[in-house]
């Protein structure tokens, strides 16, 4: 009976491990992300996909992890876009940082989170996986420096009876961007 379970135990460990598949590339810089409390705006991440409103939909998702797991001051999205009403700046577009920048010191905030999103949409074939690409960067609006760089991509595809979903897989990838900030930038 305890060789069955053993079986079993190592059976499931395997089927997790092959669960999805991770890319990623990030700099961090920690100690100056704790170096002053931070008010942030999430701008609205580009969609480079061809997926109705990705961009938002992550941009959302981001939000929501850094709400949860980080002790920034964010700044509320119909705040930021009343605010900016009526600017020349098209926020759906921003990926440089000059108009990042720029945009931080209008909205009165000191720090600038914007990128993009380059994959969301389900892989074709006999799985139909869920495929997820975040690209972001965290700007310090005083200096200017990159103080967060990170792009990460996903594919999902656990063998569960209800699978996964994009927007489940998005969300973890949010929770693990953050949650490698909150490791380095506010441990303890």
């Known amino acids: 009976m305890k060789a069955i379970r053993s079986g079993w135990i190592v059976s499931l460990v395997l089927m997790f491990s092959l669960c999805g598949c991770y890319a990623n590339q990030r700099y961090l810089s920690g100690k100056e992300i704790h170096?002053?409390?931070?008010?942030?705006a999430v701008l609205p991440?580009?969609?480079?996909?061809?997926?109705p409103n990705a961009g938002r939909i992550v941009g959302d998702l981001l939000s929501t992890?850094?709400?949860?797991?980080?002790?920034?001051r964010l700044m509320e999205r119909t705040e930021?876009?009343?605010?900016l009403k009526?600017?020349?700046?098209?926020?759906?577009?921003?990926?440089?940082?000059?108009?990042a920048l720029r945009i931080?010191?209008?909205?009165?905030?000191?720090t600038v989170i914007y990128g993009s999103v380059s994959e969301y949409h389900y892989k074709r074939g006999l799985d139909e996986a869920p495929v997820v690409?975040?690209?972001?960067?965290?700007?310090?609006?005083?200096?200017?420096?990159?103080?967060?760089a990170e792009s990460r991509s996903a594919t999902g595809g656990c063998?569960?009876?209800?699978?996964?979903?994009?927007?489940?897989?998005?969300?973890?990838?949010?929770?693990?961007?953050?949650?490698?900030?909150?490791r380095t930038s506010f441990p303890g």
């Open 159 to 182: 063998p569960w009876p209800w699978g996964d979903s994009l927007n489940r897989l998005a969300q973890k990838v949010c929770h693990d961007m953050v949650s490698d900030i909150r």
């Open 86 to 99: 009526g600017g020349e700046e098209d926020l759906d577009t921003v990926l440089d940082k000059t108009v």
């Open 80 to 83: 930021m876009l009343e605010t």
């Open 35 to 40: 170096g002053k409390a931070r008010y942030v």
């Open 65 to 72: 992890e850094l709400y949860a797991l980080t002790p920034f």
């Open 45 to 51: 991440l580009v969609n480079l996909t061809t997926y």
């Open 133 to 148: 690409g975040i690209n972001v960067r965290m700007l310090d609006v005083e200096s200017g420096k990159v103080l967060w």
């Open 104 to 110: 931080g010191k209008r909205l009165g905030v000191d």
